[in-house]
């Protein structure tokens, strides 16, 4: 599965993408943990504020695009 970590638009790139990456990692670990999905059938990837869901504008829609989504797939990334 990949793990797909989302920011919003405030800060900085670079940082939003480590941010949207740490979210991710940290879904792993408790899916790793808790459910015991093996871990190297996950894939963490940050994609900052890339792929919104809702508005930037408003801090409803800043809060709504904090988020990780999580993809089932046939195959991760090498």
Do not use: C, W
């Not at 994609?47 to 046939?74: C, F, H, Q, W």
């Amino acid at each position: 599965m990949a793990l797909e970590g989302h920011t919003d638009n405030t800060g900085k790139k670079e940082t939003n993408v480590a941010l949207g990456t740490g979210r991710a990692q940290e879904i792993g670990r408790f899916l790793h943990e808790i459910h015991l999905i093996p871990e190297d059938q996950m894939h963490a990837i940050g994609y900052a504020d890339k792929n919104p869901i809702a508005t930037n504008s408003t801090a409803e829609g800043r809060l709504e695009n904090r988020r990780v989504d999580i993809v089932m797939v046939d195959r991760l990334p090498d």
